[in-house]
């Protein structure tokens, strides 16, 4: 009889128990408090756990048994959680997943303490992976996670010199998102297959594949940061113009709009008043640069959910058996809600 979780048809709700388990377990009992306690806040706040999610899917489609990836799932969710801490204290966001961002909470010193914190935990549940898939895997995994700390700070530095020149083209903006966001989403499907035993070819096709649906993911999030409900968001509506983040939204619209409407925009950043952001969100839909990006989004949604139905994904022992429909249809699925939700 074969375990629950290796049922090829689990939902995500299945990833998020068993990776919630896991995470919970490996921060058990430690100390001090002041770097633990904002560390299991932040993490304990939920949020969608795609990344994790997607890492043991990943893994399970190659073949691999699910624990095998979750050292890698959980070093993945940590590093994720560590960029949002300190990006809120670099951007001076004010809520992070509905509650007060943790700089706001805790203090600035405590929060750059706990996003270290996470940091050096990404590096500590990794050493397991030799013990679970053998040293050159392991050494895999680990070279994956070492390149994604370089690319994100990359694209963090991308985000922060538009801050003072105010100018990015529309190839920079999707190249920062690329380092920002969608590498994250390629490391987690990669290093996943590679956890599973895939083949380090069919490894990187994935990652691929999840680069342009991490690309789409980030346009819609940063739709739904103008558009969306602030209840299900978790983040005040328009922060990302207050914040005077380069958008492709907002890079869009500079481009077509007239000088004296780009004075406006300018003016509403590191300032949030929302009936100004509603007059910058007017403009967006003026220039029809919400409707430009949702397409951009689903361009790479569909070249993204492309690549994963060409991928021939050759699984191992138990989970040998599941079809290439099966594995299509989890995949896209997976990418569709990542892409086309309303938080």
């Known amino acids: 009889m074969k375990s629950s979780n290796r049922n090829p048809n689990l939902g995500i709700e299945t990833y998020v128990t068993i990776f919630e388990d896991a995470y919970k377990k490996s921060l058990e009992g430690r100390e001090p408090d002041t770097l633990y306690k904002p560390i299991i806040d932040l993490l304990g706040r939920g949020g ?26 959980i070093c993945i969710e940590f590093f994720h959680n560590f960029s949002l801490a300190h990006d809120d204290i670099e951007d001076d966001s004010k809520l992070r997943r509905g509650e007060a ?14 996003g270290d914190g996470l940091y050096a935990l990404c590096y500590e549940v990794l050493k397991a992976n030799r013990r679970l898939l053998g040293v050159e895997r392991a050494w895999k995994i680990f ?46 499907a990669k290093c996943g297959a590679i956890a599973g035993g895939a083949s380090y070819g069919t490894a990187e096709e994935l990652g691929s ?7 789409a993911f980030q346009i819609r999030d940063d739709i739904l940061n103008v558009v969306g409900e602030e209840e299900k968001y978790g983040k005040r509506i328009g922060e990302d113009v207050a914040e005077g983040k380069p958008t492709l939204l907002l890079i869009n619209c500079l481009e077509h709009c007239e000088a004296r409407e780009k004075e406006k925009i300018y003016e ?14 007017n403009l967006f839909r003026k220039y029809g ?28 022992g138990e989970a040998e ?23």
Request: proline share 2%.
């Open 143 to 188: 070279e994956e996670i070492a390149e994604l700390s370089v690319v994100l700070v990359e694209g963090q530095a991308m985000d922060l010199e538009f801050k003072d020149r105010k100018e990015m083209s529309e190839s920079d903006v999707i190249e920062m998102l690329r380092k920002k966001t969608a590498k994250l989403f390629a490391v987690s």
């Open 289 to 316: 640069s919400i409707d430009y990006s949702e397409e951009i989004a689903m361009r790479y949604l569909h070249r993204g959910t492309d690549k994963i139905r060409k991928i021939d994904i050759k699984g191992k």
């Open 209 to 215: 594949a999840w680069e342009d649906i991490g690309i």
């Open 48 to 73: 969608k756990r795609l990344r994790p999610s997607l890492c043991l899917m990943a893994c399970e489609l190659a073949g691999g048994e699910i624990k095998k990836a979750l050292p890698t799932a």
């Open 101 to 114: 961002a943790l700089h706001v909470k805790y203090g600035v010193p405590i929060a750059l303490n706990a």
């Open 321 to 343: 058996g599941k079809s290439k429909s099966e594995i299509r249809d989890k995949m896209g699925a997976l990418a569709e809600y990542f892409v086309e939700r309303e938080r």
């Open 268 to 281: 509403c950043f590191h300032n949030y008043d929302k009936a100004k952001i509603e007059e910058v969100v």
